[in-house]
T-cell receptor, first 113, second 116 residues
Framework: KAGVTQTPRYLIKTRGQQVTLSCSPISGHRSVSWYQQTPGQGLQFLFEYFSETQRNKGNFPGRFSGRQFSNSRSEMNVSTLELGDSALYLC????????????FGQGTRLTVV | AQSVTQLDSHVSVSEGTPVLLRCNYSSSYSPSLFWYVQHPNKGLQLLLKYTSAATLVKGINGFEAEFKKSETSFHLTKPSAHMSDAAEYFCVVSDEGSGNTGKLIFGQGTTLQVKP
């Protein structure tokens, strides 16, 4: 069974640009969550989508947004990139019910220059 | 609010010796707790999970963890370390008890070094 697929694996963008990251969850999973990982802040929750609806949101500015499609694939978008947005962005998929574990993709490494 | 604290940022052991990675949690609810491992330039892999069944949880690669409510701890152990165990380990609590299904709260991580 295929795992969680994130594309692209690496990105280099310039300050002020915008970027879109993609995540394909495990087949059958309806929940997709996004996390930002940085050396200073560790792993922080961005948002979670379930059946095309944003169900939870972390404490990030409005420049960070996402969406989920009917096939459960998800995208996250960051507009007006800042140097501090450089991070590993991880996507996790799960069934979306209580007590179920999340399965993570390998992440997208975003570098803002 | 729910939180986890990993008590050691770095642990170094010799190959073949026991591993102990410590984690304390804070939760107003009966928590769901997890340990994940991250190898360099890789995503996160689930080692084991606790969801209010048996307090001693067995995971992959010989790891296990014991949930102790009285001590609010969920320490990860392995009887004998292998070189391939060198990685970053995260203790994680689910925030679903607060109604935030799908949100995981991560500890700061423990780097495990295994010396030959």
């Amino acid at each position: 069974k295929a795992g969680v697929t994130q594309t692209p694996r690496y990105l280099i963008k310039t300050r002020g640009q915008q970027v879109t990251l993609s995540c394909s969850p495990i087949s059958g999973h309806r929940s997709v969550s996004w996390y930002q990982q940085t050396p200073g802040q560790g792993l922080q929750f961005l948002f979670e989508y379930f059946s095309e609806t944003q169900r939870n949101k972390g404490n990030f500015p409005g420049r960070f947004s996402g969406r989920q499609f009917s096939n459960s694939r998800s995208e996250m978008n960051v507009s007006t990139l800042e140097l501090g947005d450089s991070a590993l962005y991880l996507c996790a998929s799960s069934w979306g019910t209580m007590n179920t574990e999340a399965f993570f993709g390998q992440g997208t490494r975003l570098t803002v220059v | 609010a729910q939180s986890v604290t990993q008590l050691d940022s770095h642990v170094s052991v010799s190959e073949g010796t026991p591993v102990l990675l410590r984690c304390n949690y804070s939760s107003s609810y009966s928590p769901s707790l997890f340990w994940y491992v991250q190898h360099p330039n890789k995503g996160l892999q689930l080692l084991l999970k606790y969801t209010s069944a048996a307090t001693l949880v067995k995971g992959i690669n010989g790891f296990e963890a014991e949930f102790k409510k009285s001590e609010t701890s969920f320490h990860l152990t392995k009887p004998s370390a292998h070189m391939s165990d060198a990685a970053e380990y995260f203790c994680v609590v689910s925030d679903e008890g607060s109604g935030n299904t799908g949100k995981l709260i991560f500890g700061q991580g423990t780097t495990l070094q295994v010396k030959p």
